[in-house]
């Protein structure tokens, strides 16, 4: 499994962003071809300081051959496309592989 990590800093209004996002981007998102969840967090605080992150998303794919042909959609350049006009200059985008789902240590 893989995901695409889409990290959000705090928007000057953020009520304007969680409508924006929550409304209408996601829902655009979820047509995306070969997603397989979603998962946002909303982040309350660092461990130390504060941190620049305010909303950070996960999106799971099967493969990184799955998440590609998702990413070259029509559907997923209409929610990129969506995306820029609320969120640009705010997100930043990376790519994981996952190892472990439930990991709990030894």
């Known amino acids: 499994m893989v995901k ?26 979820a047509k995306t071809p070969g997603l397989r969840r979603t998962e946002v967090t909303r982040v309350t605080g660092a461990l130390r300081g504060e941190s620049p992150w305010y909303i950070v998303t996960e999106m ?10 998702g990413l070259a959609s029509p559907e997923a350049a209409e929610a990129g496309k969506q995306l820029m006009t609320f969120a640009k200059g705010l997100v930043s985008f990376y790519t994981a592989d996952v190892q472990h789902e439930d990991w709990k240590g030894a």
């Open 4 to 29: 695409l990590v889409a990290m959000f800093a705090k928007p000057e209004d953020t009520a304007a962003f969680d409508k924006a996002y929550f409304d209408s981007h996601l829902p655009l998102n």
């Open 60 to 69: 799971y794919y099967d493969d990184a051959d799955s998440m590609k042909a």
